[in-house]
């Protein structure tokens, strides 16, 4: 999925600051159980931008083990909220056990189902949103997840550069999915985007 020249992602990952014990087993953890996690450079990158924004309440879309939610639970702890969405119930339940591991269970909370149907439900405006879940509903996701941001918060979405497939035109059918989300949440009234080309790519957007 290198979609920056391997030297320059090798000297990222050396230059990462170190983890604690608890992320670096996760990162083990997603690594053996083939678990898509965004990582610690896109960790880093979601702290960073929560703490800077002083988001309190934070909404996430796609748990998997909670690892991604733990970095966004600490930007906000201790006196936020992190609402975090999983359709399945085996991770979710090893999120669960990370996320008391992490001493988070007062800040981080598990929504068990789908997100189409959940996001609807949700009666918070939050300050942040993180999308990464399957790629085919994130334009739904989007849709019904901006609703819910404040103004002046932000949206993040991870694998917007797809491996660099969509900045080819690549056909497949979830290049194109990836293609569509990238162009309507750009051209979303009052949005302001940048793709960073991290990892696999993260959008950025700012609601104004
Ligand atoms: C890429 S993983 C999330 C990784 C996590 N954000 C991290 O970096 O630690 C995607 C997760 O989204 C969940 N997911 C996919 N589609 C979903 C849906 N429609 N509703 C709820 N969860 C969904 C999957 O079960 C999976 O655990």
Avoid: C
């Amino acid at each position: 999925m290198a979609i920056t020249y391997d030297y320059i992602d090798d000297y990222l990952y050396r230059i990462a600051q170190p983890r604690d014990l608890l992320l670096q087993k996760m990162e083990e953890e997603a690594d053996t159980g083939a678990v898509p996690i965004i990582g610690p450079l896109v960790g880093r990158l979601l702290y960073n931008l929560a703490r800077s924004s002083q988001s309190k309440n934070i909404l996430e879309i796609g748990t998997a083990i909670g690892y991604s939610g733990i970095w966004l639970g600490r930007a906000v702890a201790p006196k936020g909220l992190v609402t975090t969405i999983d359709k399945d119930p085996e991770r979710i339940k090893r999120a669960e056990k990370n996320i008391a591991e992490a001493k988070l269970q007062k800040i981080i909370k598990v929504l068990k189902g789908d997100a189409l149907h959940i996001l609807p439900t949700l009666k918070d405006e939050y300050d942040l949103v993180f999308l990464d879940s399957d790629k085919d509903i994130y334009l739904d996701a989007f849709k019904l997840s901006v609703k819910k941001l404040r103004k002046g918060g932000l949206f993040i979405a991870d694998n917007t550069l797809w491996g660099g497939d969509v900045a080819k035109g690549g056909k497949s059918e979830l290049t194109q999915t990836m293609i569509k989300f990238n162009k309507e949440v750009s051209g979303y009234p009052g949005m302001s985007t940048v793709i960073v080309p991290l990892r696999d790519g993260v959008l950025v957007g700012l609601k104004e």
